[in-house]
C-alpha cells in the first residue's frame, strides 16, 4: 500500500496551491503509520461501505480503499475534492473505482446527496465543527453502525465522558443516545502538517437503540440542552423555563423517578429520555 507521506503531502499541496487554513481545519496526516493505526482501530470489514468526512489529500482514504467495498468522501475544499480521484487513481490504481467524491458541506448533507449508504464513518474530522457533524451524520443516516473518528484530544474526552464526571456534558449526552462511545487512543501533533497546537484522540462509536421513551430524540435533547445551559443549578431550576414553571420541572423530575435538586451532570441518556417524557403537557 503505498500512502502519503510529509514530502507527498507538501508536493500536493504545493501543486494545488493549498495552504492550510485553520478556517477548514486544515490538518493533514503526514504518517503512515497513523493511517493504518486508524484503519486497524475502526475494525473495518470488506463489505463496508466507509463514509469519510473531510479526506484533505488523501492520507487516510488511501490507507481505508484497500480494506472495504467502498469510500465515500466529503470535502468542502474544491480544490482537494477535484484533486482527490487524480491522487487515488496515481497512487492506488486497483482501488481507484471504489472511491466517490461529495464536495458538500458535511453539516448540510442529507442522504440522498451520498451514492450509497454507509455502514461505517472513518474520520479524521475537521477540529472546529467535529460535534455537529458527527452527531448530524448519526442523525441523518441510521445505516452506519459505528465510527472511528481523530477528534482534538479534549473532545474525544467530553464525548466520552461518563455521568458524574467535570467534562461531561451535552456532546456525552447526545452521542450517547446513538452510540456507545469510547476513547480509544491518544494522537500526537507531529504526525500532521501543519502541526496543530492541541493533542488529538481516537474515538469509537457503536450505534445502539436509543433509550426506550415515548418523547421524540429533539423532546429529549431540548431537555438536555437547557439542564446545561444553566449546568451550576439543581435541575428544579435549570429546567423552570424548558417546563414552564419551576413547579412544573420539579413535577416532571419526580415523575422521571430523578431527585429535583440533582444536576444535570449525574443523569444519564435515559433519565433525560424519562424527564423529557414527564414533561407537564399544558
Ligand atoms: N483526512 C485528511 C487527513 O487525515 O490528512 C484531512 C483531515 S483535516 C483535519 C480536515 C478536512 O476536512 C480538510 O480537508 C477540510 O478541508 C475538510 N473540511 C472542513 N470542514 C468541512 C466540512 N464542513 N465538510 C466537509 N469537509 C470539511
Redesign the pocket.
Known amino acids: 500500500m503505498t500512502l ?1 507521506g510529509p514530502v507527498e ?1 507538501r508536493a500536493l499541496a504545493e501543486k494545488l496551491g493549498i495552504r ?2 485553520k ?8 504518517d503512515g503509520g ?2 493504518r493505526r486508524i484503519v486497524r482501530v475502526a475494525e473495518v470489514t470488506p463489505d463496508d461501505v466507509v463514509i ?10 488511501l490507507a481505508l480503499l484497500p480494506e472495504v467495498a467502498r469510500v465515500v468522501a ?4 474544491p480544490a ?1 475534492a477535484v484533486q482527490l480521484p487524480l491522487t487515488v487513481a496515481q497512487m492506488d490504481s486497483e482501488h481507484a473505482d471504489r472511491l466517490s467524491v461529495v464536495h ?6 442529507g442522504v440522498d446527496d451520498l451514492p450509497a449508504l454507509p455502514t461505517a464513518l472513518v ?7 467535529s460535534v455537529p ?1 458527527l452527531l448530524h451524520l448519526l442523525e441523518i443516516l441510521p445505516s452506519l453502525r459505528r465510527g472511528l473518528v ?1 477528534v482534538q484530544a479534549e473532545v474525544a474526552d467530553r464525548l466520552a465522558a461518563a455521568p458524574g464526571s467535570r467534562i461531561y456534558g451535552v456532546p456525552s449526552l447526545k452521542a450517547a443516545w446513538y452510540a456507545d462511545v469510547r476513547r480509544a487512543g491518544p494522537v500526537g501533533r507531529n504526525v ?1 502538517w501543519p502541526a ?1 497546537n492541541v493533542d488529538s484522540g481516537l474515538v469509537s462509536l457503536i450505534r445502539r437503540d436509543p433509550p426506550e421513551t415515548s418523547a421524540t430524540r429533539e423532546e429529549v435533547f431540548a431537555a438536555v440542552d437547557a439542564a446545561f445551559a444553566q449546568r451550576r443549578k439543581t435541575l428544579r431550576a435549570a429546567l423552570a423555563s424548558w417546563a414552564g414553571t419551576a413547579a412544573a420541572a420539579e413535577e416532571a423530575l419526580v415523575r422521571a423517578g430523578v431527585e429535583p435538586s440533582a444536576r444535570g451532570e449525574q443523569l444519564g441518556i435515559a433519565d433525560f429520555a424519562r424527564i423529557a417524557e414527564n414533561r407537564p403537557r399544558p
Open positions: 502519503l503531502v492550510p487554513t478556517k477548514l481545519g486544515q490538518n493533514f496526516v503526514i497513523t493511517v469519510e468526512i473531510g479526506p484533505g489529500l488523501g492520507s487516510l482514504t466529503v470535502e468542502i475544499d482537494l458538500a458541506d458535511a453539516l448540510k448533507i474520520a479524521n474530522l475537521p477540529y472546529n465543527v457533524v481523530m500532521f496543530p
